[in-house]
């Protein structure tokens, strides 16, 4: 649901949609805050979900639309509210474990403040006592606390044992949790969010150690298409394919990402031109040399093609510079007849 209503939203149905959101929203009485129409918005990209039901339960029950009503849907069925409530639950998990290292540690503490001033009363008292059986009373009396010592000390290691491994797990959880929310997840490949801050860091990167940047910009050719002639999942099975194609051409440092709707993006740190070249070509290549077939009836739905621009950065240039260069190279790649691939510094040179 959430990678259809990101298509819808940088399609051409996208204005429509919302006129129609706010049309609704108006109809039930419900005010239009940005909680309320990003709901409104998944609702009636499908009303026969699981958030789409519940609101039309609401509203045939005539149940006030509150704030409070807001923010517990959008808690359990937007995709940003159960990442904040599972950050929240990974809080609380934390803070329990911290309150009961805590209490162990005062617990242990205390134990050998006590057992300290036993072993100086026993100190002092065995100096003065004669008598043997006054000193077995001493003796077992320390061996006692001794005992009584040692259990809060393995007690406390029990708890700090049991704890490092919740922690433990609770940090995978919360590395799970990141993950997610830098995925996009029709795709699996990085999602904007993840695009931009990588983009930001490798510009950084680049500028601090004098090395080559590139970025391209990639855009399923006449993808409206396939939307229209054989639907959204048609549509999504066209993306997945593209996006399979670029990940194995993706390996570490590079990052390939779905930039919006049909278009995905790749950075290229440290590689020289020949070599980001090269990896589109081989990407736009394979993308176009296969015949794809709707997975549920198996028309054929033709060959996909690809346009493609790229950018390389110039010494200081910002991270939003080279992402309008690259854009500019994608669309004399689109203008040129589209499936080719287009380098910024190329179109300097012809207008030059």
Known sequence: MTAKVETTLRGPDSYSLARRVVDEMESAGVWPTPVNFELWLYYLSEPDGALGREIQRLLETREPFSEATADMLAAEYL???????????????LDRELTSVAAAISDAHSSNIAYGATLAEASANIESADDPEQLKVLVSGLTTATHQVQAENASLEKRLENSTREVARLREHLEQV????????????????????????????????NTPLALAIIDIDHFKRFNDTWGHQTG????????????????QPRLAARYGGEEFAMIFPAEKTEAVHAALECIRNEIRSRSLRRRSTNDDLGAVTISIGFAERFSTESASSLLERADAALYASKRSGRDKTTRADNLKRAAA
Not at 191 to 196: L, P, S
């Open 79 to 93: 995709p940003r509210g159960r990442l904040t409530e599972e950050i929240r639950d990974a809080g609380r998990v």
């Open 178 to 209: 990141r993950i997610d929310a830098m995925t996009d997840a029709l795709t699996n490949l990085a999602n904007r969010k993840a695009f931009d801050q990588r983009l930001e860091d490798a510009t950084i990167q680049a500028e601090a150690t």
């Open 236 to 251: 999504d099975q066209v993306l997945r394919y593209v996006a399979s194609v670029m990940a194995r051409v993706s390996p």
